[in-house]
C-alpha cells in the first residue's frame, strides 16, 4: 500500500509539483495511471474512512495466554461461557463408534459388526483405566479430552504427546499446556528447518518438532518433541487449537482474545454496581434540615449505631432516646422544626445494567456460536424459539464432535489399534501387510471410526418422536440417525439391549406392554425378526466368549 500511495501521490495530490518531463508529455499516459488508482477499490468509502490496516504479522501470544487465564480465573462471564462450551462439547467425552469397512477389508457385514464391538470393547477398557491412558496416572480419557479442550480453549493451542506403555504397548497421553512450548534460547534447527514460537517447520511450512520447556532440579530447559517417529514416520505429536488459526500461523489463539476488553469491562461495572448496592443498604436514611440552629439527632449522632442516644434539644433540654426498641412502621415524632427525614438515592444500582450486561453476553455468546439462551440458560417459554436455539447450537456441536474427534480422539485410536494389532490383542487380517507396504485404502478401512459427543435433550420428545416415525416410513432417515438424534443411543446398542430385556421378559413369564395388542395378548412376532434376534443373540454370545 506504502508504494501504491506513492505512485499515486505523484500523479493526483502533488500535480502542482514538477512532474517528470516525459510524463508531462504524455497526457494520455497521466490520465490512465490516474483513472486506475482512482477506481481501486480498498473498502473504504472516503480517504482514511477505515482506519489503520493491521496485518497481524505480530501477535503477542504471550500476553493473550495470560489475559485470558486471567480472565477465566477471575471473571465469571468468561468461566461461565467456558464451561458451557466444554459442558456441550465434551460432556463426559466423545465416544467411538467403529466403522469398518467391509467391502475393503474382506470381512462379511456380520464379521464387521463383531470386530467393530470388539474394538469399542477393547477401547472402552483403555479409555476407562487412568492407569493405561494418562501418561500422569490421574485422568480418565474423558477427562483427557475436557482438560485437553479447556487448555486449546484458554491457551489458543495445547501439545499433544503420544507415549508407548512399555508393559502394555498402548498409547499414554501427556497433555503440555501451549504456554510452554517456546522458541529455545541459543538452540539451532536441524538444516533448512526454522523455529517460529516454539514450533520447528521445515521449508514447506510442515510442523517437524515441537520445543517445550521442562522443569529440572537447575531449573528449566528445552526440550524437543519430534512431530514424527524417524523410522516409524508415525504420530508422536502434534497441536489441537481452540479456534480458527489462519494457514500462515502456527500458533492459535485463545478463544477470548477477541472480547478480553469487553469481558473485563463488564465485570468491573458489576463490581461497581455491587459496591454501590451495599452502600445504598448501610445509609438507609438522613435528617434533611431547611432550617439553622436545630439539631436534635434522634436518630443518632452520625452513622453510628447505639441502643440509645441522648438528645440534647435547642433549649437545652436532654432526652433518652431509646433506637433498640424501634420495630416497621416505627412513626418518628421527635424531630424539630425545619427537620425532614429522607430516604436515601435508590437509583443503584443502575436500572441500565441488567440492559448493558444482556447486550453484551449476547454479542460475545454470538461471536462464541452460542446461542444467548444457552449461554445464559435462560430459556423462554416461547416453544419455537427454543427450539431453533437449541437447533442452531446442535449444528455448532455436530461441527465441533467432528472437528475434535477427528484432531484429537483420531490419531489416538489409530495409535491404539495399530498397537493392538500388532502385539496380537486384535485379529485383522491383512492389516500388517498393508500398514508396511504403505496400502493407505486398506489401512484406513480398518481404521475408519466416527465420533459422537452429547445428544441434547430434546424440547418435545414426543413431538420429535412422531416426526421420526413419519420420517421413517418414508425411508428418508436410518433408525440410528434418529436413534442418536432423540435419544442419544446408536440404534445397534439400542437393539441388543432389547434383545436381553425381551429374554428376561420371557424367563420371568411376562410381556411388555409394547409387544401386546389392544386386548393385553402377547403379540405374536414375524418368523424373521425373531430368526434375527436369535442371530444377534448368538452373536453376543461369541462376544462373551472372546472377552473370557
Not at 444 to 451: F, P, R, V, Y
Request: glycine content about 6%.
Amino acid at each position: 500500500m506504502g508504494i501504491i500511495n506513492n505512485i499515486k501521490n505523484i500523479f493526483t495530490k502533488n500535480k502542482k509539483q514538477e512532474q517528470p518531463e516525459e510524463i508531462k508529455n504524455d497526457k494520455t499516459y497521466y490520465s490512465y495511471v490516474t483513472d486506475i488508482f482512482d477506481a481501486i477499490w480498498s473498502g473504504e468509502k472516503f480517504s482514511g474512512g477505515f482506519g489503520p490496516v493491521k496485518d497481524y504479522q505480530f501477535v503477542d501470544y504471550w500476553t493473550l495466554r495470560k489475559r485470558s487465564m486471567q480472565l477465566f480465573t477471575e471473571n465469571m462471564y468468561a468461566k461461565g461461557m467456558i464451561r458451557r462450551l466444554l459442558r456441550n462439547e465434551i460432556h463426559t467425552g466423545l465416544q467411538l463408534e467403529s466403522n469398518t469397512i467391509s467391502e475393503i477389508t474382506g470381512l462379511s457385514d456380520e464379521q464387521a459388526v463383531i470386530w467393530d464391538e470388539m474394538s469399542e470393547l477393547n477401547w472402552k477398557l483403555w479409555a476407562d483405566d487412568r492407569e493405561l491412558c494418562d501418561w500422569n496416572k490421574q485422568r480418565l480419557f474423558g477427562e483427557i479430552q475436557h482438560d485437553a479442550r479447556l487448555t486449546a480453549i484458554i491457551s489458543g493451542d495445547c501439545l499433544i504427546i503420544n507415549h508407548i506403555n512399555q508393559s502394555t504397548g498402548l498409547p499414554m497421553i501427556e497433555l503440555v499446556d501451549g504456554c510452554n512450548v517456546r522458541t529455545p534460547f541459543g538452540k539451532t534447527p536441524r538444516k533448512g528447518n526454522k523455529i517460529v514460537h516454539g514450533v520447528e517447520i521445515d521449508r514447506f511450512d510442515r510442523h517437524v518438532a515441537y520445543w517445550i520447556v521442562v522443569k529440572t532440579e537447575n531449573g528449566t530447559e528445552s526440550k524437543r518433541i519430534p512431530a514424527y517417529g524417524e523410522k516409524s514416520k508415525r504420530k508422536i505429536a502434534w497441536m489441537i487449537y481452540g479456534c480458527e488459526k489462519r494457514l500462515d500461523k502456527v500458533r492459535g489463539e485463545p478463544i477470548l482474545a477477541l472480547a478480553l476488553y469487553a469481558l473485563r469491562d463488564l465485570d468491573r461495572y458489576k463490581d461497581s454496581e455491587s459496591r454501590a448496592a451495599v452502600i445504598n443498604s448501610m445509609l438507609a436514611i438522613y435528617i434533611q434540615k431547611t432550617k439553622s440552629g436545630v439539631g436534635s439527632q434522634p436518630i443518632g449522632k452520625g452513622a453510628i449505631r447505639r441502643d440509645s442516644v441522648n438528645v440534647t434539644d435547642g433549649d437545652g433540654t436532654t432526652r433518652k432516646f431509646n433506637t433498640a426498641s424501634m420495630l416497621p412502621g416505627t412513626v418518628i415524632d421527635e424531630l424539630q422544626e425545619g427537620e425532614t427525614p429522607m430516604s436515601f438515592s435508590t437509583t443503584r444500582p443502575n436500572t441500565n445494567f441488567k440492559m448493558f450486561e444482556e447486550v453484551i453476553i449476547n454479542t460475545i455468546a454470538w461471536s462464541l456460536e452460542i446461542p444467548p439462551e444457552v449461554a445464559r440458560l435462560l430459556f423462554q417459554s416461547n416453544f419455537s424459539a427454543s427450539r431453533q436455539a437449541n437447533n442452531e447450537f446442535n449444528v455448532y456441536l455436530s461441527y465441533m464432535f467432528f472437528k475434535f474427534g477427528n484432531d484429537f480422539c483420531q490419531p489416538i485410536y489409530d495409535e491404539f489399534i495399530i498397537m493392538s494389532i500388532l502385539s496380537n490383542k486384535i485379529v485383522a487380517p491383512g492389516f500388517i501387510d498393508a500398514y508396511f507396504s504403505n496400502n493407505w485404502l486398506v489401512v484406513n478401512s480398518w481404521l475408519n471410526a466416527e465420533w459422537t459427543g452429547l445428544s441434547r435433550p430434546s424440547v418435545d420428545v414426543l413431538k420429535d418422536v412422531n416426526a421420526a416415525e413419519k420420517a421413517l416410513a418414508l425411508r428418508i432417515t436410518t433408525y440410528d440417525q434418529m436413534s442418536r438424534k432423540i435419544f442419544g443411543i446408536s440404534f445397534r446398542a439400542a437393539l441388543k439391549k432389547q434383545t436381553r430385556e425381551k429374554r428376561l421378559f420371557e424367563k420371568a413369564g411376562l410381556t411388555s406392554s409394547v409387544d401386546e395388542n389392544t386386548q393385553g395378548e402377547p403379540i405374536v412376532q414375524n418368523k424373521k425378526i425373531i430368526s434375527f434376534l436369535d442371530r444377534v443373540e448368538e452373536i453376543e454370545n461369541r462376544l462373551e466368549e472372546v472377552e473370557n
